[in-house]
């Protein structure tokens, strides 16, 4: 009999329970047991919903308080020296200062986790370290679940993942303290086992990465080692692409069951036929956990029975093709959405349901699943005759673009000149990365226009008064580069998402990105264009109010698409040229009213790069192609910029060059400038901005400490390149830690240029 199997649910609550609950234990007003009282509270409430969807393999152990990684670090004992930790359980205390940081205590470098928009903190190890059980977690929450009662499948991140993900302080290979880590593995399934446990998932994302041969020698190491003592049987969980040339290595590991993403990964299906012994469980990844798309049930029944007639269905898990974490909760919140689209679309509690049913189908026949297969089916014909998703006008203009729409009139030294002389900045330029706090009086402002409760027109003059007020205080506080504030966005993406035709939106589909960060992405369903200037009437009001420089701010083309849901009807190359040419408009609509600096946000850029070398050409050449559609209208004395945060940038190096922005601004504060190393190793051509305050951290860093930051740029990057910001975009912080800190920043570059 088939299984229906989950490998991970969202944590967040339907009502981002988890997000309220944390935001009042950081403020004071929730103690450590009401949280930890929340936290059980949602997994019950989970574990229970999952089985009500007809999952029998129900995952536990994978709630986190902030992010799976750190919990394993924690509970691994791999925690730096001066946070509070000696033996024993990590206190709550403990465990938020490495994700956040404290007065004294930086935060644990954060990025993204492989190619999606979650983060995890990345674990700071060391040569030598010592691993020690501070509390078997997978075990705790199996036994939280099954005095409900329930049963389920613990999940563990493995070890050769956990210590790829960490980094070591001396430059040694984290790979070195694979014998040191993995007698603590090797206790946790013993503790397991001994309480009874069936399954235990062991995540081993780093399969679907071009692995060093010495990277297969520890799996195999690994497993081979965890084999010997006892354990439960044990489901090897692999995604977000295809195994490759690592399945050999996967099929060959003492385990009971491997997972294939089946979504991402298709092409490992025949070879994982061939290659796996009939004795060994196979778990399908055949929903799409990463996008919102309806499955279409008869074709993935169809693929699965041609598994089923080599392998039977005895030892076959069906599956989504990862961690829901990806998706939001549950479709039937959203009362707004046109119903068309909402008929294209699954959230994870119907993902669950689909795969159930596909489990069904496969054990029982078509005829046990008519209702559901007959609803998606009429869901592919719709989606595939809309003529609202498909417009011809979008198409004949994307077929209309030339090459020559990509590239500025001149090279980046004549540029310069002409942007250093209509702005006149002085050496060590400070400016921020765009947005300002978004406060309480903010987003009820937005709220009360949502509501209708407040006109536009009222509406709008608030908004006129924040950047007003914004404008006076930069002015004041010694910026060189200003701007507006960003106080009528809600989201970067969707900001601009709902002034584009092709995007819909929801009223409850949140997704983590970290900690209690959620974001809620757009659905990019249809063709997309721009009805109407998106920016500009902010943009020119906030120069008008100031000699300055003012800076235009957009999201860049390759992170709207990164951070939509994407349709899968069309090439992702394609969907995001139309972004692109979108974007154009408004470039070009900033620079005609006068607006000298145009920053073209891409944060989300080394994110879409496939986790396969040979597939990361074909995205770099197009990436690069759209972000410099969007930009290359504009006149030479036009400044473009554009930010990153949370990349390593080693490998695309030559790409951001590429892209022949004038400013790139970096996050480079929580790995101590080591991401400009790359930047001067590289010599890159254009100026950097180096962010010198981690925004993430509440702590706020003296002009001395910035200094030093800058000094140690200059080490790297010429300093009549350098400019001098924050890290990231400041919506998330008070008014108290922005002013204290950017009075801060400009002291500390006030003190280099008296140096120079």
């Not at 988890?18 to 949602?42: F, T, V």
Request: aromatic share 8%.
């Amino acid at each position: 009999m088939t299984i229906a199997s989950n490998l991970g649910f969202p944590r967040i609550g339907h009502r981002r329970e988890l997000k309220a609950a944390l935001e009042r234990h950081w403020a004071g007003e929730l103690d450590a047991p009401g949280l930890a009282a929340i936290g059980r509270d949602l997994r019950a409430r989970h574990w229970k919903l999952q089985g009500g969807h007809g999952i029998s393999h129900v995952p536990s152990g994978e709630f986190s308080f902030y992010d799976h990684v750190l919990d394993t670090a924690c509970m691994l004992g791999a925690i730096p020296p001066g946070y509070g930790w000696s033996d024993g359980p990590v206190s709550p205390a403990t465990y938020f200062a490495l994700a956040r940081g404290a007065q004294g205590l930086p935060a644990l470098e954060m990025t993204k986790w492989f190619d999606t928009n979650y983060h995890y903190l990345v674990p700071r190890l060391h040569g030598g370290q010592r691993f020690a059980l501070t509390e078997n977690r997978p075990l705790a929450q199996f036994r939280e679940a099954a005095s409900l009662p329930l049963r389920t499948r613990p999940v563990l991140l493995g070890p050769v993942s956990f210590l790829m993900l960490g980094k070591t302080t001396d430059g040694s290979d984290p790979l070195d303290l694979l014998d040191g880590v993995l007698p603590v593995y090797a206790r946790i399934l013993r503790e397991l086992a001994e309480a009874n446990v069936a399954w235990v998932q062991i995540d081993e994302p780093v399969l679907a990465l071009d692995l060093p041969q010495r990277a297969k020698a520890a799996l195999g190491h690994a497993y081979a080692v965890l084999h010997q003592g006892p354990a439960p049987e044990i489901l090897l969980a692999s995604y977000f692409g295809p195994l490759g040339d690592t399945l050999a290595t996967a099929a060959a590991l003492p385990v009971a069951a491997l997972h294939l993403d089946l979504v991402r990964g298709a092409t490992d299906l025949d070879a994982a036929l061939a290659a796996l012994p009939a004795e060994r469980w196979l778990s399908l990844g055949v929903v799409d956990g990463r996008n919102v798309w309806r499955n279409d049930l008869r074709a993935t029944l169809g693929l699965l029975r041609r598994v089923a007639d080599r392998r039977g269905t005895r030892r076959l898990m069906v599956a989504p093709s990862c961690s829901l974490l990806h998706v939001p909760l549950d479709l039937r919140q959203e009362t707004r959405l046109d119903p068309e689209v909402k008929g294209w679309l699954a959230f994870a509690e119907q993902k669950l349901d689909e795969v159930a049913a596909l489990a069904r189908g496969l054990d029982e026949g078509d005829a046990a699943i008519a209702a559901q297969l007959a609803a998606s089916d009429a869901a592919v014909r719709a989606r595939r005759a809309s003529t609202a998703a498909h417009r011809a006008e979008v198409r004949e203009r994307l077929a209309a673009a030339v090459p020559e729409m990509e590239t500025r009139a001149s090279p980046f030294p004549q540029r310069q000149a002409a942007q250093r002389h209509r702005l006149g900045l002085p050496p060590f330029p400070t400016t921020t990365i765009g947005s300002f706090p978004q406060t309480a009086e903010v987003r009820r402002a937005r709220a009360a226009l949502g509501r209708g409760e407040l006109t536009a027109d009222a509406y709008e003059r608030r908004v006129e008064g924040w950047i007003a007020e914004a404008v006076r205080w930069q002015e004041d506080t010694g910026l060189d580069v200003l701007v507006h504030g960003e106080f009528e966005r809600n989201d970067m993406v969707k900001y601009f998402a709902e002034q584009l035709d092709g995007y819909a939106f929801t009223q409850h589909g949140w997704v983590q990105s970290y900690g209690s960060r959620c974001v809620a992405p757009p659905i990019l369903w249809g063709d997309v264009s721009r009805p109407r200037p998106m920016t500009l009437r902010w943009s020119a009001y906030a120069q008008s109010l100031t000699r300055r420089p003012m800076k235009g701010m957009l999201t860049g083309p390759v992170t709207m698409l990164q951070w939509s849901f994407v349709r899968d009807d069309l090439p992702r190359e394609t969907v995001c040229r139309q972004i692109a040419l979108a974007l154009r408009d408004e470039v070009l609509d900033l620079e005609t009213a006068g607006i000298p600096v145009i920053q073209i946000d891409e944060p989300a850029f080394r994110e879409g790069l496939p986790l396969r070398r040979a597939e990361r050409a074909a995205y770099l050449r197009w990436a690069i192609a759209c972000f410099r559609l969007a930009a290359g209208g504009v006149r030479d004395e036009t400044q473009i910029h554009t930010h990153m945060c949370y990349s390593e940038f080693n490998d695309i190096i030559d790409a951001i060059a590429a892209m022949d922005a004038d400013v790139i601004s970096i996050e480079t504060t929580r790995s101590d400038m080591e991401l400009l190393r790359v930047f001067a190793d590289f010599a890159y051509p254009n100026e950097i901005g180096p962010g010198v305050w981690d925004i993430h951290s509440p702590r706020v860093p003296s002009p001395e400490e910035m200094a030093t930051l800058l000094q140690h740029a200059t080490a790297a990057i010429p300093p009549d390149r350098l400019w001098v910001n924050p890290d990231c975009g400041l919506k998330t912080r008070g008014w108290t830690e922005v002013r204290a800190a950017l009075a801060n920043l400009v002291a500390a570059a006030r003190t280099l240029r008296a140096a120079t």
